[in-house]
């Protein structure tokens, strides 16, 4: 099975910091990468779909970027909203998986 | 208003069964595939089954292949997942999620979660 890797695994920052998190893949998967951003009690939401559209709604302060084997996700100015998990997933083959998670936190 | 609301969790000992089901609304549900992903307690996200808009592609992660059946019925627009020789490592908030398009595609959006806890 095709693994992902996210680093970090927490990230420590302040509201206004640029911040990127990288997700990398064992064997290309092209552009079939997703982000999602989930809160605690929360069900996951959908960021970033085919590794640099972002879905409707979501703020430009979000982009994603990469393909192959490394991506992206980057939040260019942190608001407070934003402090969550994310996790980035593959969705070229089954069995679909998931990276393992960064947290970012408030410094 | 795309909503997605499962139902049928709760505590089940190790060897037992239990049915979830998602019900759907908002959209034509039976136009879109459909996935379970769970989470269990302080961990990631692990996507479990999906079920092709008409039923006939059906795929499962190795950790439940044997044990986990996925369905759907269009005509009621639910969605099941029947979890059979439950072990304790299947605990865990079960998600029903949309895919967002039709073919190879992300999830959106996601049901609330339902937990599932096996235990004696």
């Known amino acids: 099975d095709i693994q992902m890797t996210q680093s970090p695994s927490t990230l420590s920052a302040s509201v206004g910091d640029r911040v990127t998190i990288t997700c990398r893949a064992s064997q290309s998967i092209s552009s079939w990468l997703a982000w999602y951003q989930q809160k605690p009690g929360k069900a996951p939401n959908l960021l970033i779909y085919k590794a640099s559209s972002l879905e409707s709604g979501v703020p430009s302060r979000f982009s994603g970027s990469g393909s192959g084997t490394e991506f992206t996700l980057s939040i260019s100015s942190l608001q407070p909203d934003d402090f969550a998990t994310y996790y980035c997933?593959?969705?070229?083959?089954?069995?679909?998986?998931f990276g393992q998670g960064t947290k970012l936190e408030i410094k | 208003e795309v909503q997605l609301l499962e139902s049928g969790g709760g505590l089940v000992q190790p060897g037992g069964s239990l049915r979830l089901s998602c019900a759907a609304s908002?959209?034509?549900?039976?136009?879109?595939?459909m996935n379970w992903v769970r989470q269990a307690p302080g961990k990631g996200l692990e996507w479990v089954s999906l079920i092709s808009d008409t039923g006939g592609s059906i795929y499962f992660a190795d950790s439940v292949k044997g044990r986990f059946t996925i369905s759907r019925d269009n005509s009621k627009n639910t969605l099941y997942l029947q979890m059979n020789s439950l072990r304790a490592e299947d605990t865990a908030v079960y998600y029903c999620?949309?895919?967002?398009?039709?073919?190879?595609?992300?999830?959106?959006?996601w049901g609330q979660g339902i937990l599932v806890t096996v235990s004696s």
């Open positions: 997933q593959r969705y070229n083959s089954f069995p679909y998986t």
């Open positions: 908002g959209f034509t549900f039976s136009s879109y595939a």
């Open positions: 999620a949309k895919v967002s398009f039709g073919g190879v595609s992300s999830f959106d959006p």
